[in-house]
T-cell receptor
Framework: SQTIHQWPATLVQPVGSPLSLECTVE??????LYWYRQAAGRGLQLLFY??????ISSEVPQNLSASRPQDRQFILSSKKLLLSDSGFYLC????????????FGPGTRLTVT | KQEVTQIPAALSVPEGENLVLNCSFT??????LQWFRQDPGKGLTSLLL?????REQTSGRLNASLDKSSGRSTLYIAASQPGDSATYLC??????????FGSGTRLLVRP
């Protein structure tokens, strides 16, 4: 069966520090991968999605970036965090070419101080 | 631009009651619609997916309907239990395969 992992689970970082969040999927090949952010009191916002290694599409211009160095690994990064980057970051995957049903990871709670 | 609205924002019911959560969307050109459950501080759990050509899907005590022409979906929960307490999110997938989420309905089932 397929599983999706995210780490770390929680993170507290000062403004201006770098960020690296990791997401990995097991039990499937060539998945579509997604990064979402859920800010307090707001809905889920799609940040990035990827249909293959090295293929990243950005939905919202910001100081975040994403990379997909391996088929089942998706990384969210920032060189300098802002206070507004605080939120709950969720990674998701779907079967390429399937029903596009998305399955979500456990999330990373990021607090920028 | 697709917008998804969920009503009510919060709902409190006694255990055993049947209930309906509502979701509406502005653009009927959707690929599918998904209902999710989110427990506090946790990720999303997929409950039901309805393809655009379908009218409803059922899983256990859950039944989701889709009326694409009117831009509406409902999630029906039968015989509610305290363990059903969570936030329920509706999301539509647009023609570019992106999920657009509603802001959710926070459900509390009282023992």
């Amino acid at each position: 069966s397929q599983t999706i992992h995210q780490w770390p689970a929680t993170l507290v970082q000062p403004v201006g520090s770098p960020l690296s969040l990791e997401c990995t999927v097991e039990g499937t090949s060539n998945p579509n991968l997604y990064w979402y952010r859920q800010a307090a009191g707001r809905g889920l916002q799609l940040l990035f999605y990827s249909v293959g290694i090295g293929q990243i599409s950005s939905e919202v211009p910001q100081n975040l970036s994403a990379s997909r160095p391996q088929d089942r690994q998706f990384i969210l990064s920032s060189k300098k965090l802002l206070l507004s980057d605080s939120g709950f970051y969720l990674c998701a995957w779907s079967v390429s070419g399937g029903l596009n049903e998305q399955y979500f990871g456990p999330g990373t709670r990021l607090t920028v101080t | 631009k697709q917008e998804v609205t969920q009503i009510p924002a919060a709902l409190s019911v006694p255990e055993g009651e049947n209930l309906v959560l509502n979701c509406s969307f502005t653009d009927s050109a959707i690929y599918n619609l998904q209902w999710f459950r989110q427990d506090p501080g946790k990720g999303l759990t997929s409950l039901l997916l309805i393809q655009s050509s379908q009218r409803e899907q059922t899983s256990g005590r859950l039944n989701a309907s889709l009326d694409k022409s009117s831009g509406r979906s409902t999630l029906y929960i039968a015989a509610s239990q305290p363990g059903d307490s969570a936030t329920y999110l509706c999301a539509v997938m647009d023609s570019s395969y992106k999920l657009i989420f509603g802001s959710g309905t926070r459900l509390l089932v009282r023992p």
